[in-house]
Each structure stands twice: as C-alpha cells, then as structure tokens.
C-alpha cells in the first residue's frame, strides 16, 4: 500500500468499532428501508456480508434485510459472537458454518486481488444455488470501462442476480 489517506466503516482489530459500524447499519436499514438489494466493496462488503449474517442468526425467521446482495472483493467475514464477544478472529467456514447468507448474491474479485481467497470464501458461505460469481482478470478493484470484458462480465453476473431476486 502506499502513503495515501483510507477512510474506514470500522477499524478490524477494535471490537467497538465493529459493532457500532454494524449497529448504524441496522438503524440506517430501519430508518431508511426497507432494500430491494445491497451493492458493497471491500470493507463495506464485508460489513453488509456480516449483517446479513447477524440478521439470519438473531432473525431467524424474519424477511431478510435486503433481496439480494453484490459483494466486490469482499474480505472474509467473522464470526461476530466469536468476535465480538470473546475478540477471537475467527472466519467463518462454510463447511463448519453452512450457508447462513440464503438471499441472491452475486461475488465479483480480481484474479490478481491480493484478496481473491477470502472473496471465494465469502461467496460459499451463500446458498450455492442462489450465488453467482464472476472472476475478472484486474486486482483489487470495482471493474470500470477501462477493462470492457472486466465491466460487461459484472453486469452480467448482477442481472443474473438481480433476476434471481425477481426485483
């Protein structure tokens, strides 16, 4: 990375901050939704992939937050009673964790994202039949015109999505 200024929802290693990022959310949600769907890089992926696995675990039974999300190289996603309460990072795996995320996503990364591993994670720990993936050949970046196959490639994969949703 270079010297350059990098603005944050949360800082990972501070607890505090992570639930009072997650705690806006919500607020934010309840106050402005309800969402037809969810677009977020990054960190901001990230934070949108936890909530909608705190709402599945704290709501069960509850309509879901948003009808479908599209996650750009999203980092790993914690396990936030591990996190939160006990400060212990601990991913979440989707063979000891499952598919908590049962909502129409779709994962774009770069094959040269230094992130690309987490991002795949990521996108298991969603229903399989509901996720769609796309793999572009850029880094850790939102596909722009610049790179035409990059930016059609992910159009295609958030109409799929979308459709998924029926929105």
């Known amino acids: 990375m270079d010297n350059a200024t990098y603005y944050a929802y949360y800082v990972p290693e501070i607890r505090v901050t992570v639930r009072e990022a997650l705690d806006d959310l919500d607020a934010y949600i309840a106050e402005e939704g309800p969402f037809d769907g969810v677009l977020a890089f990054s960190q901001g992926a990230c934070l949108a992939a936890m909530h909608l696995v705190r709402h599945s675990v704290e709501h069960p039974s509850a309509t879901p937050s948003f009808r479908c999300a599209i996650f750009i190289a999203c980092p790993n996603v914690y396990d936030l009673s591990a ?65 035409k ?15 998924l949703a029926a929105l």
């Open 83 to 147: 996190f939160v309460e006990r400060g212990e990072f601990r991913c979440l795996n989707p063979k000891t964790d499952g598919h908590p995320i049962k909502i129409p996503t779709v994962h774009i990364w770069g094959e040269r994202d230094w992130l690309n591993e987490q991002s795949q994670g990521v996108s298991e720990l969603c229903e399989p039949s509901m996720a769609t993936v796309f793999v572009h050949d850029g880094s850790h970046e939102v596909p722009k015109s610049s790179g």
């Open 149 to 163: 196959s990059r930016l059609a490639g992910s159009v295609k994969a958030m109409r799929k999505g979308i459709t």
